[in-house]
């Protein structure tokens, strides 16, 4: 038998349900509201003097409702970490692409189990931070086997998983990266589709140009991946303007744009996916968000969970940095952590608290959204529900 269960006295529940969403409501905020779960679903909002006779009751208190954060961007699969690389670069070494391969060592001499636990522990972290969906991306094994097996244990974990065996050219390969972009084209992307639903590139300066990143998106496609493109971060470069042509759901990092990726953006399906974390880590300018959303473009804020450029679990900081440093509203951040994470993710099921949609909530400790950047660093989720269970937020990490 189904249970159902409601949450009342929420002070202020974002739905971010289009059929609740105006100018004056972007969020589709109820005041005083509650939502009603049944199974791993959302079944009911509305005023919490109307809520319907469950078999259970929750009582938030006054305190804030949201959908859970969706991290559409995040590099799990992985061992060791570097902090003496960041300790360095806050010394005053410029950050480049090339400290990628310290992890891919670290990642080819670690067992399954072992990056199995460390991808559960991480996820575990971003749960009782409230983040309830999350994207893992490979790319730190760099062979057929290590890209594998990476994806065979994401997707145990995720169904958001994305091949990145084009992160960097394998070591193996420096001197011959057309024959890595080949590898990873052929035999490896065989390998790698039937544990992946997204095909990933790094188009940018020490990594792929832009003709060795269409090869990789171009031959994920013919595998039946969608493509997501991580374009545009250290520089100028066609990742914005290849992502959009080829259809991909993100264009991520988006830190230097020309108006005409702006625009592409926005006439585009293609999200904008911000990633503050690593501009934090490599005190490289954050990307203009206010810029984005003026033109029309969807924009995403994720966490780029990586051991070397931005090593945050934390949707929250992101969200604070961005009202800070990015020119969003606390609104805009917010919508941009939940639904434009899910439109990055070509989700309708998450991202949202409305009748149909996962029962993935997170109820802040806190009277509104606005404490999340008006309250920076403070841990401020009260409760997670991620497929109608709860979470409880201080659950230790496996």
């Known amino acids: 038998m189904t249970v159902s269960t409601a949450i009342t006295d929420i002070g202020s529940l974002i739905t971010n349900d289009p059929s609740l969403t105006s100018a004056d409501n972007p969020l589709g905020l109820i005041q005083d509201a ?40 995040a590099h799990l699969v992985f061992a060791g970490e570097r902090g003496a690389e960041f300790a360095a670069r806050m010394a005053g070494r410029p950050y480049s692409a090339g400290g990628i391969r310290t992890t891919v060592a670290a990642t080819r001499a670690a067992s399954d189990a072992e990056l199995a636990r460390n991808l559960a522990r991480y996820l ?18 760099l062979t057929v086997h290590d890209e ?20 960097v050219v394998a070591p193996e390969y420096a001197d011959d990266p057309a024959g890595y972009v080949a590898l990873v084209t052929g035999p490896m992307l065989d390998a790698c589709a039937p544990h992946a639903r997204w095909v990933d590139v790094f188009c940018e300066r020490g990594a792929f140009d832009g003709d060795q990143a269409r090869a990789v998106l171009e031959a994920g496609l013919a595998r039946g991946l969608t493509p997501r493109v991580h374009a545009n971060q250290l520089g100028h470069g066609p990742g914005v303007l290849l992502a959009v042509e080829l259809g991909a759901a993100s264009a991520d990092h988006c830190t230097h744009l020309t108006d005409t990726d702006v625009d592409a953006l926005a006439s585009g399906g293609t999200v904008a996916t911000l990633l503050p974390g690593a501009e934090f880590s490599t005190r490289a300018a954050y990307p203009d ?22 090593f945050t679990s934390s949707m929250a900081f992101c969200v604070a940095v961005a009202v800070r440093d990015m020119g ?18 070509r989700r309708t099921d998450v991202g949202t608290v409305a009748p149909g949609a996962r029962a993935d909530l997170h109820l802040l400790d806190a009277p509104t959204h606005v404490h999340l950047a008006y309250r920076p660093g403070v841990p401020l989720t009260a409760a997670v529900w991620q497929g109608g269970e709860r979470v409880r937020p201080d659950q230790p990490p496996l």
Not at 43 to 49: E, H, L, N, P, Q
Request: charged share 20%; glycine share 12%; proline share 4%.
């Open 34 to 73: 509650a939502v009603v779960i049944e199974g791993d679903r959302v079944v009911w909002t509305g005023a919490s003097s109307k809520a319907p006779t469950t078999d259970n009751r929750v009582d938030a208190g006054g305190r804030a409702l949201l959908p859970g954060f969706v991290d559409s961007h």
């Open 124 to 141: 575990a972290e971003a749960r009782r931070q409230g983040t309830t969906t999350v994207e893992v991306k490979s790319g730190y094994g």
């Open 148 to 167: 594998a097996r990476a994806l065979r244990i994401a997707a145990e974990q995720t169904p958001e998983t994305t091949y990145l065996g084009a992160h």
């Open 289 to 310: 968000a206010r810029r984005l959303l003026d033109a029309g473009a969807t924009v995403a804020l994720s966490t780029d969970c990586n051991p070397g450029s931005s």
């Open 328 to 345: 969003m509203t606390p609104d805009e951040a917010v919508r941009a952590a939940t639904q434009g994470g899910a439109r990055a993710l």
